[in-house]
């Protein structure tokens, strides 16, 4: 059993169980414009601007757009609703049912409690010879067994930067280590 899907499930619970405030929207749109600081900054001293003139004037900048974004966020929200909550849970509703029909039986709403037990990264190599790394987040999730609540544990397959996660099921193998006694 392999599902491909373009989110990262953990993520997706957390969008789903977020009721965005104001402190939800500042942190969202702080992650937005950092990088911008760094792009407004390069582009002052780019035109000839002193660096200590560049920097305060790409903190104005980054501020204003910090603030307008956050503002709209917040406007939106009041307006017609959390859409990143609305959509992570439609996205756990379409993945529930295609977990049903892998044989998992379970709902968005037993999703919702899913958690993740554990984490693991791994370098490979693909085709090219060209190094990756594979995330490997092992998640907890119930599921129905019988009229009974049990826990499934599905393994969430990601290569950093791409944005393809494979779910399947699976848990953490442990390995042995070898271990001598003092003679």
């Known amino acids: 059993m392999?599902?491909?899907?373009?989110?990262?499930?953990?993520?997706?619970?957390?969008?789903?169980k977020d009721n965005l405030g104001i402190s939800t929207a500042l942190q969202k749109n702080l992650k937005k414009v950092s990088?911008?600081?760094?792009?407004?900054?390069?582009?002052?001293v780019s035109t000839g601007q002193p660096l200590h003139r560049s920097i305060a004037s790409a903190g104005?900048?980054?501020?204003?757009?910090?603030?307008v974004w956050t503002a709209m966020d917040i406007t939106k929200n009041k307006m017609i609703g959390n859409i990143d909550k609305i959509r992570a849970l439609n996205d756990l509703r379409r993945l529930s049912i295609?977990?049903?029909?892998?044989?998992?039986?379970?709902?968005?709403?037993?999703?919702?409690?899913?958690?993740?037990?554990?984490?693991?990264?791994k370098v490979k190599v693909n085709e090219q010879k060209l190094?990756?790394?594979?995330?490997?987040?092992?998640?907890?999730?119930?599921?129905?067994?019988?009229?009974?609540i049990k826990e499934t544990?599905?393994?969430?397959?990601?290569?950093?930067g791409s944005k393809?996660?494979?779910?399947?099921?699976g848990s953490p193998t442990k390995a042995f280590k070898p271990v001598f006694a003092g003679i």
Do not use: C
Request: aromatic share 12%; no cysteine.
């Open 153 to 160: 544990s599905i393994l969430q397959e990601h290569i950093i």
């Open 60 to 67: 104005v900048s980054a501020t204003m757009l910090f603030t």
């Open 2 to 16: 392999k599902l491909v899907i373009n989110y990262d499930l953990i993520t997706r619970i957390q969008d789903a």
């Open 35 to 44: 990088p911008w600081f760094g792009v407004y900054t390069l582009i002052n």
């Open 131 to 148: 190094p990756y790394i594979l995330q490997e987040k092992y998640i907890m999730v119930p599921t129905y067994d019988n009229g009974d």
């Open 164 to 169: 393809v996660y494979v779910l399947s099921l």
């Open 98 to 121: 295609k977990l049903n029909d892998l044989k998992v039986k379970t709902s968005a709403e037993l999703i919702l409690e899913s958690e993740e037990y554990a984490r693991k990264y």
